[in-house]
């Protein structure tokens, strides 16, 4: 097998999730990745829940194809097996408060003077520059900042945030794309350099049509629970038993939804039109409501499937987990972990013809790696390494 | 200047959000990106709100950077010329139903006839196999089918949608990672692939541990509005005059915040540690709920910033669009469209050391660029373009 990941080296001193959601993209390719934990306690994700035999499945899934070393980054030592590590890797990335790996030695000058075409990113709450910058940040913060958290709920209720941490994981994903662009860059190049990705920027840059509504007319858009600005109906109802979530952005979609239904409300005036039916959202509401009440959400579900109008239930985790279209294109994986055992986690989320993307080996135990690493890429010899572990500076 | 993704020509099939998101990406960082829209009304968004001058913000935002042509491509020309155009690209990008490409003879397939390493890339709602792939999706139909639906909201209120369309935006932007990552795969490969991305999958993906507390323990997460499984308190309050939010996950925050707060709540054995905040947070959260109501957003803010506590104001859109961290980062620009005059959009939403990312041209008018692509790339003749306006095949 020809691997070109392989061949790339990513140093990975990130946390919790943004970081390592953006490597474990990189490892699920195939690059080496070498996490940087600190010695005793390690990445704190290594201690939130689930658990399973004491040991974290929120670690497990987000690091797995990962290597592990232990490393006090504060002490001279760690410092110098860093920079050493630099030295041979394709890529840094760190996910600090800004100033941190200045006050560490261990910024992106000083990476630079050990490897001058080093790609090195760093992801924060709000950026490396700017009034902000030393702003702590947890997701909820971040989703606070950027608007998405005030826009999300419903009009006569309190605002409520993502329920999963998308500004964490979001930044991750920007982070892992604008890294790919740095690598075809320096292919091209040869070059290497910064990048600094912000969970308030990128966030920012997934609001839709939510900025320009204000730059443009000036309008500050509200939350409107399950609606959509542009299209009615385009909502989620409460059905006999349940929810269910349906959209119709055309008189064709519409126009099926009412055959289904055994109405006829396009002939009603104030509904002949999509921008009719959200205008007049208010009163065409409560009538497709009552409607939805009468039938089981596998009902409507069933009969708009059938008739082309999309349709979808509330799905569970547990449903989404077992869901025939999941387990049908492999999207759940079974890995062995040496202390959990065999759990299944979400695999990687595309599929390409060529690039293969399998879980090869569970999430590492803290330092798992460190002895090998440190032989292998540095030559220290085991007596080194054994003086080191006694001094806890891996 | 030398800018290597000038030379990557993207012929884009995309249209509202997700593909034009990816697209989008690509455009900034200076690849050629060739919409291709249906002649007389184009992508669905030129007629979303919010409009100026009876132009589309919405439109405008997301395709700034790229050249639009039309093409209607049920006629054996609109073929013809699609082959041919994607016989002269690097990568082809479309987010139609799955099949919708097969029938037009435009896939994959068909796409390496003319071809053989290109690199292509649909976005779908839930894929190009399985029993749902041919169901149709909006994003709250994927929401609702990847999970995140059901999780976000308040857990006595029913569940609401993300306020924006996010399983669209983060299915664009694992693309972007994903074509880029083909991209590298080809320049040491010479292969080209197809990829399948799907915004069910996309959105599983960013589910945090939600997955994986069920894999592991069966246990089926539920919503929980403003707090978080594993700390606390990690919520949003209500104060004097608005909200605010608020992210402790360790003693030392914690400890800063009920310093900053006047108060003494740690000697209470309930409220020792992190894990017994979170166990005990009914009896903590009116507590410092208490508090917050007597104090307004923009005093707790400036207390909690002073003290080192994770803490925001929930911003409106207003004011995240002024905000003095946007401004100074440059994370507005300022475009002038021949239409709409000048206005701002969020830029690119990173910042490189080395690759310049700028809002170099407004978006396409529909159409725009169809009588150079056609005669520069396919050698088109004045005649032959005119013939094919006069019979709306462009």
Redesign the interface.
């Known amino acids: 097998m020809?691997n070109?990941?392989e061949n790339i080296t990513i140093l990975d001193f990130t946390h919790v999730?943004s970081g390592p959601?953006c490597t474990m993209?990189f490892a699920d390719?195939g690059a080496r990745v070498i996490k940087v934990e600190r010695p005793g306690s390690g990445d704190?994700t290594r201690h939130?829940?689930?658990?399973?035999n004491n040991e974290s499945?929120?670690f497990?899934?987000l690091n797995r194809n990962k290597e592990s070393i232990t490393l006090d980054l504060k002490s001279p030592e760690g410092k110098e097996i860093a920079l050493g590590l630099m030295k041979q890797s394709d890529i840094v990335i760190e996910n600090f408060s800004a100033g941190t790996m200045e006050k560490l030695g261990l910024s992106y000058e000083e990476a630079r003077k050990v490897h001058p075409d080093i790609i090195y990113a760093s992801i924060s709450g709000?950026?490396q520059?700017?009034?902000?910058c030393h702003?702590?940040?947890?997701?909820?913060?971040a989703?606070?900042?950027?608007?998405?958290?005030?826009?999300?709920?419903?009009p006569d209720?309190?605002?409520?945030?993502?329920?999963?941490?998308?500004a964490?994981?979001?930044a991750g994903?920007?982070?892992?794309?604008?890294l790919?662009?740095?690598?075809?860059?320096h292919?091209?190049?040869g070059?290497?350099?910064?990048?600094?990705?912000?969970m308030?920027?990128?966030t920012?840059?997934?609001?839709?049509?939510?900025?320009?509504?204000?730059?443009?007319?000036g309008?500050?858009?509200e939350?409107?629970?399950?609606e959509?600005?542009?299209s009615a109906p385009?909502?989620?109802y409460?059905t006999k038993d349940d929810?269910v979530?349906v959209?119709t952005?055309s008189n064709r979609l519409f126009s099926r939804m009412q055959d289904a239904m055994g109405m006829d409300i396009m002939s009603d005036p104030r509904f002949a039109e999509n921008t009719l039916r959200r205008k007049n959202y208010v009163e065409l509401k409560p009538i497709i409501g009552a409607w939805m009440k009468e039938h089981t959400t596998a009902d409507i579900v069933s009969l708009f499937?059938q008739a082309?109008?999309?349709?979808?239930?509330?799905?569970?985790?547990?449903?989404?987990?077992h869901?025939?279209?999941?387990r049908?294109?492999g999207?759940?994986e079974t890995q062995h972990h040496p202390i959990?055992g065999d759990?299944?986690?979400?695999g990687f989320?595309?599929?390409?013809?060529?690039?293969q993307t399998p879980v090869r080996k569970a999430a590492p135990l803290l330092g798992a790696d460190t002895d090998d690493v440190l032989a292998v890429m540095l030559g220290f010899s085991k007596e080194k390494i054994q003086e080191l572990k006694d001094r806890d500076i891996v």
Chains 1, 2 share one sequence.
């Open positions: 020809n070109p990941f999730y959601y993209l390719l704190d939130y829940l689930p658990f399973k499945g929120y497990a899934y709000f950026g520059t700017g009034p902000l702003k702590a940040a947890y997701d909820n913060i989703q606070a900042m950027s608007g998405l958290l005030r826009v999300t709920g419903y209720q309190p605002p409520v945030k993502v329920g999963v941490s998308i964490d994981a979001n994903i920007h982070a892992a794309f604008c790919m662009a740095a690598l075809y860059y292919e091209h190049t070059k290497g350099q910064y990048i600094d990705i912000s308030m920027e990128t920012m840059s997934v609001l839709e049509n939510f900025v320009i509504q204000y730059t443009l007319n309008v500050v858009p939350r409107m629970g399950n959509h600005s542009a385009f909502d989620v409460v929810y979530a959209a952005a499937d082309g109008v999309p349709v979808a239930p509330l799905l569970r985790i547990d449903e989404l987990v869901h025939p279209q999941i049908q294109r999207m759940m959990i759990f299944e986690m979400p989320p595309a599929h390409f013809s060529e690039i």
